[in-house]
């Protein structure tokens, strides 16, 4: 692969110089399984149970011995009671008998097979199988501990707890569980021309968007949020809201700002309250990112540009706070895919170009740039599915060339 341009931090450099600098929190904290989604697992889970707790039917239909089944022709069982999910059969089971059953039933002793009721032909005290519907013994059980047996760890501290485990959880009879503690992150605008939503917009002046986008992105993080508004370009309101932030909460994030020659004093301030790296990145959008500390919290500088901005922190911060977070490493899920038109692009820079993802001539799944890439074009990340990742020596993209896929998940 061709160097980036001089002066240029690979992307995946500046990712792992973050994550050397970081070590994850190992404070925790008992909460109620609820309370803990969306946080990250402290502990590790060692099911004291199985699950499911005993031998089980998973078809509506009849419990019967394996080894009662016709080689050919038909078998007909006396029918010697029921099992119902909560009110199993009292008894045990002999060859030549049979039991009614229901789905999450407890599978009666004595009995290793369950037929489904469409399979089976019932008459008064009798039941009916035939070796037509190629039955097999065993079939139709879940067997004890099959999803999760007694002493395994089925959960590992890092994870982060969605629906699959707050159920699994929630499965093995826990009321609570530890979970790591939540990181506050505290984040502003910084800009003169910048005017909040729903207040009148004055000459000169945009709106600010940066903050909404980043509320969002840290809102589908799980952490703590507070929300320091815009800060003006001035050197003692900025250097009060770096302090104010620091003082606050574990990370601070601000946006704008840290381009070359502006105003030096955002530099200058950072300078004197923390250490702060200032790296020209060999991306686009997002070239400019700060990442350093002020005072004991992390801090990330994101460009001001609205999808340099979500890029950003979709690429380094997102995993950074996860890392801090203590949750597990993902690499990011790229898949290759065919390009249906063509891509500009010039060598220097990893290029993250929206896409959007579509059906191609035959069915299959190809991926097409989302329009103007420039980076004050917000629209393309809401009409775009994916990014395109285009490797730093790519020069363009022909219609039917492969590219390097990443979905917004
Ligand atoms: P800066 O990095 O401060 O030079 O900003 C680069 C560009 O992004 C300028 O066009 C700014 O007006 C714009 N910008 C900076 N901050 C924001 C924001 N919070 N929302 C929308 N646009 C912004
Ligand atoms: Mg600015």
């Known amino acids: ?74 078998v007909t069982l006396n029918v010697i009671g029921s099992s119902f999910a909560g009110t199993p059969f009292d008894g045990t089971m002999q060859a030549g008998q049979s039991v009614r059953i229901m789905t999450g039933a407890k599978i009666p002793d004595g009995a290793d097979t369950v037929i489904m009721q469409e399979k089976a032909t019932r008459e008064d005290d009798q039941v009916t199988f035939s070796s037509e519907d190629n039955h097999n013994a065993g079939e139709n059980v879940r067997m004890a501990g099959e999803d999760m047996k007694t002493g395994e760890t089925v959960l590992h501290p890092g994870k982060k707890l969605g629906a699959a485990e707050l159920g699994m ?43 909404y986008t980043v509320f969002s992105m840290l809102s589908d993080l799980g952490v703590e949020l507070i929300d320091l508004g815009i800060i003006r370009d001035k050197r003692e309101l900025i250097e009060q809201a770096f302090k104010d932030a620091a003082a606050q909460a574990d990370v601070v994030i601000t946006s704008g700002g840290v381009s070359v020659g502006e105003a030096d004093f955002v530099k200058e301030t950072l300078d004197k309250l923390g250490e702060v790296n200032f790296w020209r990145i060999a991306m686009k959008p997002g070239k400019p990112l700060a990442f350093g500390k002020l005072d004991d919290a992390w801090f990330f500088g994101l460009p001001g540009n609205p999808v340099s901005a979500m890029v950003t922190f979709l690429q380094f911060v997102r995993p950074a706070l996860n890392h801090l977070a203590g949750k597990e490493r993902a690499t990011p899920f790229r898949i290759p895919l065919h390009c249906s038109n063509k891509l500009k692009k010039r060598p220097g ?41 285009l490797p730093e020596d790519n020069g363009g993209v022909e219609a039917g060339d492969w590219v390097e896929v990443e979905p917004f998940l």
């Open 1 to 74: 692969m061709d160097a980036p341009k001089k002066g240029l931090l690979p992307v995946n450099e500046a990712l792992e110089k973050i994550f050397q600098e970081i070590t994850p929190i190992e404070e925790s904290e008992s909460v109620g399984v609820m309370a803990a989604f969306n946080r990250t697992l402290g502990e590790e889970i060692v099911s004291p149970i199985n699950v499911p707790a005993y031998d089980n039917s998973a078809m509506d239909g009849y419990a019967m011995q394996g080894a009662d089944l016709p080689e050919s022709g038909t």
């Open 169 to 211: 959880v929630a499965s093995l009879g826990y009321g609570t569980i530890k979970v790591k503690k939540r990181i506050k992150v505290a984040f502003f605008s910084t800009g003169d021309e910048l005017c909040s939503a729903g207040e009148p917009l004055g000459d000169s002046q945009i709106y600010d968007s940066n903050r």
């Open 349 to 389: 820079r990893l290029e993250f170009q929206r896409g959007i993802l579509e059906k191609g001539e035959n069915g299959e799944t190809v991926v097409r740039g989302a329009g103007a890439q420039g980076s004050h074009i917000l629209r393309s990340m809401s009409i775009a599915d994916c990014f395109i990742v």
